[in-house]
């Protein structure tokens, strides 16, 4: 970067930090939706300003809880206490500082800031609002003389408050002793003097015209909104521009447009993440079906351990689609709100005002490009809603095939089993009964004589086992049964 003329200054150099917090999601009121406050009051306790510091006393959003002592976040009261005038815009607007009771307005908080080098002392304001479902803040840090480049550090002292949407610097400034054809190099020098950490990141990337001033645009090409710094340098060069900003209208059409820009990158940035999500359970999903048209030899439990993580999967991957869906809304609808607002600033212009820089991002990557995108993934994605159906149903089939037939195994080796054991019964009846024959004969032949029942039981067949002829003739026939049964 070319060297700092020196005899360039900058008159009353101001940078204002327009932040933008989500609110609101579709459950109602977010668990973080007061953080802006919160990092406000964190930032005045490290730089010791008391109205920062006491900030919930000013601010709708608490209330005094007198058990404990404290402010408590009551998002509620927000419109508990709004007025009748404010009660039939608070769908678009609410400003968040409590009403003055002798000016019955909201007032804006001004407070000293630190003090620099050559005991040059900031100013400061705080302007917190909601937007629709946005907590929306514009803190301002000035100095109300005329200084050099190296004065510039202590402007930037907003390290500490990151928006979940977003957030935009805007530097305004009258630039001293700085010919017209060296404004942008001037603007280049002053995006240097306040981040020199992440200038070199930042690339100039459209210029035009506001309120008869010059403007320079700065970002990168991020993908993350809270790593996509956005800065516009704004050169007060115009005795009118000052009129038009303080113009309620004018103001809050211009941070409106703001506020709508950053919803529409925070939308296309979470639509992304939705869409890599989705495709990488399309791939597993890819996976799974190849395994089913060639399946191995799965497992009983393996198959139906599927079945429980399908329905899981199916589940998340509608939600994604459904998110989806829901960012394309949200990128729709606040492409149309930027326009509208964009039209707005554009009845309070001046005949040579230039907002074609405003213009350009409704054509850029996330407005245009970014929907046809959402299409295209949509056209893809969503078809497969039905094969994870397809799966489930085809994975029930192969289990409830291969539990019947584990079934049938089974009842087989019971039938087996069961008619071995009536086997066994009846061959133990027949023993038993056997033995109580063998019994009762033992009895008579023990009255008879032995010699004919020796005769008729010596006896025998070929090929049965001999008896001992010393035998007694029960014991003989008992024998003679048990070799029958067996045999």
Known sequence: MNEIPLDWEVESPSLTLFAFHLRNDTKGVRDNANQLWEQCITLGEQHDIPLLKSLKT?????????????????????????????????????????????LGQARQLSFHALTGKDDLQLMG????????????????????????????????????????????LLFFAKPVNVPESNYQDFANQCVAALLPQTANNLNPSCQGQLFGSPIFEYKNDQENPRERPHILVWLNSHPETQQYIGQSEAYHALLNLLCCRHK???????????????????????EKVEELTQPPEETLEQLKQWLKQIPQTAFHY??????????????????????????????FSLPNDDLTFLQYFLNSTCCKQS?????????????????????????????????????????????????????????????????????????????????????????????????????????????????????
């Open 58 to 102: 000013a601010l709708r959003s608490y209330t005094y809880n007198s058990k404990d002592s404290q402010y408590q976040y009551t998002p509620n009261n927000e419109d508990r206490e709004a007025t009748e005038a404010e009660k039939p815009y608070l769908d678009d607007l609410l400003e968040l500082v409590r009403k003055d009771p002798k």
């Open 264 to 286: 529409i990158l925070f939308a296309h940035h979470q639509s992304s993440l939705c869409s890599e999500a989705a495709w990488e359970i399309y791939s597993q999903l890819e």
């Open 125 to 168: 304001e705080l302007y917190p609002l909601r937007i629709h479902d946005t907590y929306a803040i514009d803190l301002t840090l000035r100095y109300r003389q005329t200084v050099d480049f190296t004065q510039f550090s202590l402007l930037n002292s907003f390290e500490e408050i990151r928006g979940s949407l977003g957030q935009t």
């Open 371 to 487: 929907q046809k995108q959402i299409q295209v993934d949509l056209n893809y994605l969503t078809p497969s809603q039905n094969l994870f159906q397809q799966m489930t149903e085809t994975i029930r089939g192969l289990v409830e095939v291969d539990q019947a037939e584990r079934d049938r195994i089974l009842e087989e080796a019971f039938r087996e089993s069961e008619k071995a054991a009536q086997e066994r019964e009846q061959k133990l009846q027949l023993w038993i009964a056997l033995v109580g024959t063998g019994l009762a004969v033992s009895g008579i032949s023990s009255q008879v004589e032995s010699t004919p029942v020796e005769t008729i039981l010596n006896y025998r067949q070929p090929n049965q086992p001999p008896i001992c002829p010393t035998a007694g003739a029960s014991t003989c026939i008992l024998y003679s049964f048990l070799d029958v049964m067996i045999h």
């Open 318 to 347: 509608t939600k994604y689609l459904r998110d989806i869906e829901y960012h394309r809304t949200a990128i729709a609808t606040n492409i149309q709100n930027y326009a509208s607002r964009l039209e707005k600033l554009q009845t």
